[in-house]
């Protein structure tokens, strides 16, 4: 492991930027002009262009005591692609810009951009531009997508219909519960700084918040199946929180079951450690990036072919409200923090 140091002073602002960006190979012909002049140039060829924006603050998004800078770098690209495929569309280009203090090498930059252009390589997307500046406190991280999209198949929140089903992607809660075992471990470290971390093999959980995926997956095969959801989201802020948008936006309620939502073991025996319901982690936790979509009754069989799909349930009248039935036949609102039975 090199323990050079290389101060971003000793480069300047251009320096940097040429230093991070000089190996870009582009993979999309709708990249024209990228890095290196005053703006970029796209163009989609007669497609529809999606654009999204996130930002990513130290000790607001994210914590570098148990982050490392690589799956920072590859977690900051899919959580915007995410909004991209949510969209129903495909992610092409992305810019980045970020705001850091001079506590950082240029060797630690290296690393975040390893995993940005992992990330880019692995979504078939192209850096075509950004900027750094200095940041007085912490590490600040902007990154805009773009994606294209044939005229009219984007899909939004706000077109679910009534009786369509509620289906969503992978499984929940898993990122939320590795939070808990990171959070747990840096507390220990605080207090004890020769103590090694003991994250009692819970890769799947620690795994599924630091270095999330995308699932174009997901989108491409409804594509390849002839599937156009009504509706569509990522889950960022939990299930629960996804389906108040959805049904708020489209004017409806609905109902799902709690033994149809999909939770995988791993984040069950994990939850069980903190002694917390995962159905709980499944609607209240965040940053799981899968997708959650309505779509007609008609298409059910199509969705049988893919294990990764889950329908948990469908959309109703806006006067029946937000409903989850439980796995022992009660009936509860639904409330942004999972319903009021989690509530001590």
Request: aromatic share 8%; hydrophobic share 35%; net charge negative.
């Amino acid at each position: 492991m090199s323990q050079q140091r290389t101060e971003i002073a000793e480069l300047g602002e251009f320096g940097l930027i040429q230093h991070l960006t000089k190996n870009i190979e582009f993979q999309n012909a709708s990249s024209i002009v990228g890095v290196g002049d005053d703006a970029a140039v796209i163009d989609h060829f007669g497609k529809q262009t999606v654009i999204t924006t996130d930002l990513l603050i130290e000790g607001v998004h994210f914590d570098l005591v148990y982050t490392p800078l690589k799956h920072l770098g590859y977690k900051s690209v899919v959580v915007n692609i995410s909004d991209i495929y949510a969209m129903n569309a495909t992610p092409t280009q992305i810019t980045l810009s970020i705001g850091i203090s001079n506590r950082f090498s240029v060797e630690a930059l290296n690393e975040f951009y390893e995993g940005v252009y992992a990330a880019c390589e692995k979504y078939g997307v192209d850096l075509i531009g950004g900027d750094t500046s200095m940041s007085q406190k912490g590490f600040v991280i902007s990154v805009t997508a773009i994606g294209e999209v044939k005229p009219d198949q984007f899909v939004k929140r706000s077109t679910a219909q009534k009786g369509d089903l509620i289906c969503c992607s992978g499984d929940l809660g898993g990122a939320y519960v590795g939070l808990l075992f990171l959070e747990r471990e840096k507390q220990i470290y605080l207090e004890h700084p020769n103590v090694q971390p003991d994250l009692e093999n819970e890769a799947y959980v620690i795994g599924k918040l630091l270095k999330p995926e995308a699932r174009k997956d997901i989108v491409e095969f409804l594509e390849q199946n002839d599937v156009k959801p009504t509706s569509m989201m990522d889950i960022s802020d939990g299930l629960s929180s996804e389906l108040i948008h959805i049904t708020e936006q489209s004017g409806l309620g609905c109902v799902i079951y709690e033994d149809k939502i999909p939770v995988h073991e791993d984040m069950k025996k994990a939850a069980f450690k903190f002694e917390i319901d995962p159905t709980a982690c499944a609607l209240s936790g965040g940053e799981d990036y899968e997708l959650l979509f309505t779509i007609p009754q008609s298409e059910y069989d199509k969705l049988v072919l893919n294990e990764q799909i889950s329908v948990i349930g469908y959309m109703t009248d806006l006067e029946e409200g937000r409903k989850i039935i439980t796995k022992g036949g009660s009936t509860h609102n639904i409330t942004a923090q999972g319903w009021n039975a989690f509530k001590k």
